[in-house]
């Protein structure tokens, strides 16, 4: 496996050894011994599984805040996303920023995002896929939502109008939402 840093500190980009043949592909997605040489210690609890049916759809901005916030590591097993994490910890010198990622099928990279940082997705082709492990419990009183297009932020999405959950359209802007995630420097 290949890691690889992102602008952000601990989101990282991770490239698994894919062994392809006349019957396709065998790859380890996850191995807990090489990820803790890259200094992810996660103990992931539950794997997610999502699927979007139309090109165009965006999922986000989420994010569970302490005591239940998730570290997540997503992959696509179907399909293709612009992955997209926002900084929001409270006093980072990148508090409000956003990072954007490729991640398909087809590349088969696998995103680690820590707490700490809000995710969202849009699909750039129809019926994708994907999965994604949690090292913290899904805890409806503790999920939080941000405005997918919070002028502040300025997501630069590859489109304007997206399929969204009734959840995402009525979404305040960051600034309206409980956070308490706060920046303890490196």
């Known amino acids: 496996m290949k890691c ?20 396709g592909f065998f790859m380890e997605c996850y191995v807990r011994k090489e990820f803790e040489k890259f200094g992810i210690t996660a103990e992931f609890v539950q794997d997610n599984h999502s699927l979007s049916t139309a090109k165009g759809t965006i999922r986000g901005m989420h994010y569970q805040i302490h005591p239940k916030a998730q570290s997540k590591l997503v992959r696509v097993v179907k399909g293709e996303i ?60 503790f999920d939080r939502a941000f405005r997918w297009n919070d002028p502040q932020i300025k997501i630069d999405w590859p489109l304007s109008d997206p399929i969204l959950s009734e959840r995402d359209r009525q979404a305040p802007d960051l600034s309206g939402v409980e956070n308490n995630f706060v920046y303890e420097g490196s």
């Open 82 to 141: 612009l992955n997209v994490v926002v900084d929001i910890r409270k006093g980072s010198p990148s508090y409000g920023k956003w990072l954007g990622h490729d991640l398909s099928a087809a590349n088969k990279k696998l995103l680690f995002i820590p707490k700490g940082f809000a995710n969202g997705y849009c699909t750039m082709a129809d019926d994708t896929e994907i999965c994604y492990k949690v090292d913290e419990y899904y805890a409806p009183e």
């Open 4 to 23: 690889s840093t992102t602008g952000f500190e601990g989101v990282l980009l991770i490239e698994p050894v894919v062994i392809d043949d006349n019957r």
